[in-house]
């Protein structure tokens, strides 16, 4: 697990079709899953997660958004990255915490 502190976490917030939001490797990496386990457990729990809780980046979203940030681990994702916003990262910790 990452150390969480404010600036790190603010690092982690990017605006996307107008909405802040946060990508699934971020949080994955934040709770301690790997993305695919993260990933894994929003799907057993969908019914939590509305449209405009989390959405699935394009591609030229994902390419517009590696060009402005560094992502050391990315490691050449096969998916785009879903986004959750703050509604859908409360669903998420309340899925998560139960």
């Known amino acids: 697990m990452v150390p969480l502190n404010e600036e790190y976490l603010m690092s982690k917030i990017h605006i996307i079709r107008g909405v802040q939001v946060m990508l699934d490797f971020d949080l994955a990496d934040i709770y301690g899953y790997t993305t695919t386990r993260f990933n894994e457990q929003v799907k ?21 958004l590696m060009s402005k940030i560094s992502i050391s681990s990315w490691g050449g994702k096969r998916k785009c990255p879903y986004a959750f916003t703050e509604l859908g990262i409360y669903s998420l910790m309340m899925a998560v915490n139960e």
Do not use: M, V
Not at 47 to 62: A, I, K, S, V, Y
């Open 44 to 64: 057993n729990n969908i019914e939590r997660f509305d449209d405009d809780f989390r959405f699935q980046l394009t591609e030229l979203e994902f390419k517009n």
